[in-house]
């Protein structure tokens, strides 16, 4: 499986920002896809998943009803709707998915930067 993500860049505090992560491959044994955020000095942080299948999606409490995520399966794509941006959203942002047998890909990350 590859991933490639898009959509980073440089927005205020307040804005939005839409991330996509295209999958390419074996898509069809991906069981669920995430996107992770990492920032300068800070460990890897999962930010939110969603099941491929089903649609199912969790979020990390700091961007509970601030970030959504979606999946189009036609276009084995998944996408991070981010709303009412901070500061503190500033991090590379990497996709993530994991294969029903439990292998895991990565993308190559997308900067993200929030100014205030």
């Known amino acids: 499986v590859q991933l490639v993500e898009s959509g980073g860049g440089l927005v205020q505090a307040g804005g939005s920002l839409r991330l996509s992560c295209a999958a390419s491959?074996?898509?069809?044994?991906?069981?669920?896809m995430g996107w992770y955020r990492q920032a300068p000095g800070k460990q890897r942080e999962l930010v939110g998943s969603?099941?491929?299948?089903?649609?199912?999606?969790t979020y990390a409490d700091s961007v509970k009803g601030r970030f959504t995520i979606s999946r189009d399966k036609s276009k084995f794509t998944m996408y991070l709707q981010m709303n009412s941006l901070k500061p503190e959203d500033t991090a590379v942002y990497y996709c993530?998915?994991?294969?029903?047998?439990?292998?895991?890909?990565w993308g190559q990350g997308t900067q993200v930067t929030v100014s205030s």
């Open positions: 993530n998915a994991v294969e029903i047998m439990g292998y895991d890909y």
């Open positions: 969603i099941t491929y299948g089903g649609g199912v999606t």
């Open positions: 491959g074996s898509t069809f044994s991906i069981n669920t």
